[in-house]
């Protein structure tokens, strides 16, 4: 299990600025491995970390905070209005899987080449605050027994 908090986007706790909208867009984003197989743990758990953390800097996803076990991931994200939700699912778990697999043999044999299921959970946190969603993730360590 792997945890990460940003502390580095303060700005998008609770309310952002664009050229010409103030908005506030808070997502609880969750994708599973296919099969639901406990394969993120250790090296792929860290790759997988280090991975989400770039791809959101690089495609102005604002990931506030996730938790990953083995057999899925939990991501807190602010994404500016022209974003679509799908379109940041895409990136997130496109490029995660794609990078895992050329990173790790044993992942690219899986399921013909799919690490996630096609689907996702996902909601906007509308009156939740991020800090509540973010205690959220926090509590993940305890609910999972670890």
Request: glycine share 6%; proline share 2%; no cysteine.
């Amino acid at each position: 299990m792997t945890s990460h908090a940003a502390d580095n986007h303060r700005a998008y706790l609770e309310r952002s600025l664009g050229a010409h909208a103030a908005y506030s867009l808070h997502y609880h984003l969750v994708w599973s491995v296919k099969a639901r197989r406990p394969l993120l743990h250790d090296a792929v758990a860290l790759a997988l970390r280090d991975h989400l953390v770039r791809v959101g800097e690089q495609a102005d996803i604002h990931i506030l905070a996730f938790h990953i076990e083995p057999e899925h991931v939990h991501v807190l994200m602010s994404l500016s209005p022209g974003m679509a939700v799908a379109t940041a699912v895409q990136r997130l778990k496109g490029s995660s899987s794609r990078h895992l697999r050329q990173a790790f043999r044993q992942l690219a044999e899986l399921h013909e080449g799919a690490l996630w299921n096609t689907g996702y959970f996902v909601r906007s946190l509308g009156e939740v605050s991020v800090a509540q969603a973010k205690a959220y993730l926090d509590r993940q360590r305890e609910r999972h027994g670890l």
